[in-house]
Structure formats: structure tokens, C-alpha cells
């Protein structure tokens, strides 16, 4: 059976909210377009990207994990908290070699990366994940 778009970014959902990287977050984990615009907290967004059908359902899921800067220096600068995005950037490695239920199979699409967002003024961890599942 093909999932849809919405079960799939639910059943990731349902991955990082039980796993050691889910129990490790500060803030919350969302599913797309949920987390609040205001938010300055550690908080991890899953996203559904791209999936194509058949007998193996593959695609690509996004983690964007969110991690508020730390202030540096006395001139009231912010920089990016390297040490607590080091910690988390393994944390999703190593969920994505633990991570599914026996009906997915993950893997990296590339290292987890760190982005700064200049419109809500905050990095981010980006890391692709792809999957594969059967539909039989």
C-alpha cells in the first residue's frame, strides 16, 4: 500500500518523537509549517519533500533542527552554540542508522549541515534523509 505525504511526515514524526534524538531536544519537535514563528527554542521541524511510487516507495524527508544562538563577546553578538549543534548533528546521524520500524530503510542524503536564517535570525541544522519502503 502507497502512503501519502501526510502519513509519511507522521510516521518520522512518530521516529524522532520516540527516539533517543527526539528525548534529547530542548524544545519541541513539529511537523511542517506547525512550528510557531516566534519560536527561539530548540525545536526540530520535519518535512516531506519528494517521494516517488511503485513497489518501493523512496522519497526524501528534511529534519531542519533549530538551536538558539549563545551570546559571544561583550559587544551583545550572538554566534552559533557549536558545541550543543556538534552533539545534536550525531545525534541525527545516529538516528538515521536506528530510526523505523522494520517497514523503512533510512539513509543520510548528504552530512548534516549548519544554516543561519536571516528572516527569524537563528541557525539551523539541515540533514536530508532518504528512505525506502516496500508497498506490498
Known amino acids: 500500500m502507497i502512503k501519502t505525504e501526510i502519513q509519511i ?9 520516540n527516539s533517543d534524538l ?7 519537535v513539529y511537523r511542517s509549517e506547525m512550528r510557531p514563528a516566534d519560536a527561539k527554542t530548540e ?13 518501493i516507495q523512496t522519497g526524501v524527508v528534511i529534519l531542519n533542527l533549530y538551536v538558539p544562538d549563545i551570546p559571544f563577546g561583550s559587544d551583545g553578538k550572538y554566534s552559533p552554540n557549536k558545541s550543543r549543534i556538534g552533539e545534536l548533528e550525531e545525534l ?6 536506528s530510526a523505523g520500524d ?10 548534516p549541515s549548519t544554516v543561519y536564517n536571516d528572516e527569524i535570525e537563528q541557525h539551523f541544522i539541515y540533514s536530508r534523509i ?7
Open 9 to 17: 511526515e507522521r510516521d518520522f514524526y512518530s521516529f524522532v518523537e
Open 130 to 136: 532518504k528512505f525506502q519502503r516496500s508497498t506490498f
Open 102 to 111: 522494520g517497514e523503512y530503510l533510512l539513509e543520510s542524503d548528504g552530512s
Open 92 to 97: 541525527i546521524l545516529s538516528f538515521i542508522e
Open 22 to 28: 527526539g528525548k534529547a531536544i530542548e524544545g519541541k
Open 43 to 55: 525545536d526540530l521541524v520535519i518535512k516531506f519533500l519528494a517521494g516517488l511510487d511503485g513497489q
